[in-house]
């Protein structure tokens, strides 16, 4: 069946302006997941999702990250203002549930450019 | 806390050659799970294993095998006869209760080269 799948594959965008990011998670899963990725290091976690509501947010870095999902499958992260140090790659992840034992499966990610 | 460390930055290997990926990690979580996961060129983190804190035995699919050592906080990768596709960035991640079981604490990845 389909993976997760994200929109769009790249953006570029310019220093205060804002921008969306979009998740569409695979068939059935009632978790999702962001993760920001920037260069050379590893994931970092930013909020996950069970059904329409924000489970964990924890790892947003400031007021100007949000994110919603409000049907509960497909979630837009939405980033005001965008700061140069905002540039990574914005990864996708979703579970069959919240159990420990139910993988996340990723997406390709977004690769954002902030100019 | 809870932290990762996969100190090898990048490995480079001739096809056929077997190569191990370092793995430590810390958390004050007795119940803990850790994970390794692929990412190839393609971008998408592709899941490998997940092991829990209180199974330590060893596990071996075809060519790959984990050791999870408690003793020494480890939990190391091993691939045998490596091949071309091996190539990829691969990332042990950590996740428990301290930090939330579904929030994966990754490590910064081993980027593993194998030359033909």
């Known amino acids: 069946g389909a993976g997760v799948s994200q929109t769009p594959s790249n953006k570029v965008t310019e220093k205060g302006k804002y921008v969306e990011l979009r998740c569409d998670p695979i068939?059935?899963?009632?978790?999702l997941y962001w993760y920001r990725q920037s260069l050379g290091q590893g994931p970092e976690f930013l909020i996950y999702f069970q059904g329409t509501g924000a489970a964990d947010d924890s790892g947003l870095p400031n007021d100007r990250f949000f994110a919603v999902r409000p049907e509960g499958s497909v979630s837009t992260l939405k980033i005001q203002r965008t700061e140069r140090g905002d540039s990574a790659v914005y990864l996708c992840?979703?579970?069959?549930?919240?159990?420990?034992?139910?993988?996340?499966?990723f997406g390709p990610g977004t690769r954002l450019t902030v100019l | 806390a809870q932290k990762v460390t996969q100190a090898q930055t990048e490995i480079s290997v001739v096809e056929k050659e077997d190569v191990t990926l370092d793995c430590v990690y810390e958390?004050?979580?007795?119940?803990?799970?850790l994970f390794w996961y692929k990412q190839p060129p393609s971008g998408e983190l592709v899941f490998l294993i997940r092991r829990n804190s209180f199974d330590e035995q060893n596990e071996i699919s075809g060519r790959y095998s984990w050791n999870f050592q408690k003793s020494t906080s480890s939990f190391n990768f091993t691939i045998t006869a490596s091949q071309v596709v091996d190539s990829a960035v691969y990332f042990c991640a950590l996740s428990g209760p301290g930090g939330g079981y579904n929030k994966l604490i990754f490590g910064a990845g081993t980027r593993l080269a194998v030359h033909p």
């Open positions: 068939s059935g899963h009632t978790a």
């Open positions: 958390t004050r979580d007795t119940t803990y799970y």
């Open positions: 992840a979703s579970s069959p549930g919240l159990a420990v034992t139910d993988t996340q499966y």
